[in-house]
C-alpha cells in the first residue's frame, strides 16, 4: 500500500514539474492573479489522476487484494472473538442455573 501512494505522488511530482514548467515558459496559460500556483496544482492533479489509473493498474490491484486480506482476517478474528465470549457467557450462565 505504501508502494502504491508513493508512486501515485511521484506520478503526480512528476506532473507538478511538467505543469510548472509549461506554464512559467508560456506554453500553458498562467492563473488568474495570485492564483497561478493553485492553477498549477489542480491542473497538476487533473493530468496526474488518468496517468496514475493507467499506469499504476497492476500496483494498485496488489494494494488492493492487501487490503482485502487484511479486512478478512480482522473479520475472522472479530467472528473468533465472539465465538469465545459467547462460549464464556453460555458456561457462566450454566454454572449460575445450576446454583440456583
Known sequence: MLRYTLMRLGVFVGCLVVVWGLVYSGVAPRGLGDSNGMWVLLLS??????????????ERDRASEQIVRKVDRVKADMEANRSQEDLADDAARAAQGQTS
Open 45 to 58: 492533479l487533473v493530468i496526474s489522476a488518468p496517468i496514475s489509473f493507467v499506469v499504476l493498474r497492476k
